[in-house]
């Protein structure tokens, strides 16, 4: 019979993404289509992103999973729609030197390994499911020969994860909530790449390394049915910032993209206190850096530097340059000395690219 003495292996690396308009709330919770569009920025990959290589051999008796050197369960809805929608798509290979030769249809009876990694402390509170699957689904649609562009990719890594749709690509990124019930046209859009705006710098200012309460996915189904700002938002002043941060950063106008920035965090987290009973991922060390920032920019008369939170109390600061990173830097460090407490530690993460 056929030699089962050999293994096939790809393997990515896809960094997390910021989102600057953000994604809260789902019109299908198994397709996962969100009810507005959102934007997001995509981080350097030397940072927060996740490294993932997968194996495919004759040898390999079931699908398995290791994350962080952990075997993790492959079970899940989400995972199992990731890996259907690519053995759907998956082409032939053949590599004469090395005797092998897989047709479409073995990749429904072939097993796949997936070791993945991420490339900053998990226990950091930091979201690694954008990184995560979106990295899965490159790598597997590597290894499997799938022929398809990265949107459609974006629609498969959009099944794991919502945000992780927007992670296949650099730059700026908007993922587009679409009309379609299938959720075909529920894609990622570049809307410039890395090299577009790239003085920018992220900061992540780990405010609590601890677990989040209330997960992304529970806590936006909860929104969705209890809040009427949640409405509001997603049909009248999404659509509206939608554009407006496509301008700022198209013109590269930071004033404006920190206004939205700030603007559309504070609305998510008014969504999350609209919702019953209240989602409160901020904290009051959070609060405190909003604060901060808010006075600085009063003090500048624009605002220079923008402040963002996702589903916890860690907060994301954007500064137009090194130099106004920097100076931003030294007064969250007088705020919160490193030497007193670990209240706050923060680490510039670089330029965006
Ligand atoms: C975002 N977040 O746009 C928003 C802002 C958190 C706050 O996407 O259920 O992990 O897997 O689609 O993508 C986090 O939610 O949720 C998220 P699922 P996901 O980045």
């Known amino acids: 019979g056929e030699s089962k003495n050999w293994i096939l292996m790809a393997t990515a690396r896809a960094p997390t993404n910021i989102a600057v308009i953000k994604y809260w709330g789902k019109r299908d919770e198994a397709l996962i289509l969100p009810i507005n569009d959102s934007i997001s920025v995509t981080l350097d990959p030397d940072h927060l992103s ?4 997968v194996a495919v051999s004759p040898s390999f008796e079931k699908d398995r999973m290791w994350l962080n050197g952990k075997e993790v369960s ?16 998956a082409g032939e290979y053949t590599d004469e030197n090395k005797g092998i ?15 993945s990694y991420n490339n900053f402390p998990t226990a950091a509170g930091l ?7 979106a990295c899965l689904v ?14 459609q990719l974006s629609t498969i890594a959009r099944q794991g994860s919502g945000s992780a749709c927007r992670s296949l690509y650099g730059g700026f990124v908007k993922w587009t909530m679409g009309n379609e019930m299938s959720g075909s046209d529920s894609i990622a859009v570049q809307l410039a790449n890395e090299t577009h705006w790239d003085d920018l710098v992220i900061i ?17 189904r909860e929104s969705v049915e209890t809040s009427s700002l949640i409405q509001h938002r997603a049909k009248v002043v999404v659509p509206s910032r939608i554009l407006q941060m496509e301008q700022a950063i ?14 559309d965090s504070n609305q998510f987290h008014a969504v999350c206190l609209d919702t019953s009973p209240p989602i409160l991922y901020m904290n009051d060390t959070s609060h405190r850096i909003i604060s901060i920032v808010e006075r600085w920019n009063r003090h500048e008369g624009t605002p220079t530097v923008a402040y963002t939170f996702d589903a916890g109390p860690n907060a994301v600061i954007v500064a ?4 106004v990173a920097m100076d931003l830097l030294q007064r969250l460090l007088f705020y919160f000395p490193p030497a007193r407490d670990n209240e706050l530690s923060s680490y510039v993460l670089g330029d965006k690219k």
């Open 320 to 323: 137009p340059n090194q130099k």
């Open 74 to 89: 492959l079970s899940g809805g989400r995972y199992q729609n990731c890996l259907r929608e690519l053995r759907n798509r």
């Open 204 to 220: 992540v200012a780990v405010v609590s390394s601890r677990q989040k309460e209330t997960s992304s996915t529970s806590g936006m």
């Open 250 to 263: 198209r013109n590269k106008d930071f004033s404006s993209f920190a206004r939205l920035t700030c603007a």
């Open 101 to 115: 030769h897989i047709e479409k249809y073995d990749w429904n009876t072939l097993h796949v390994h997936i070791a």
């Open 127 to 133: 979201a690694s499911s954008a990184a995560g699957f």
């Open 50 to 53: 996740a490294t993932t290589t």
């Open 138 to 151: 490159f790598s597997l649609a590597k290894l499997m020969n799938v022929k398809e562009d990265l949107s």
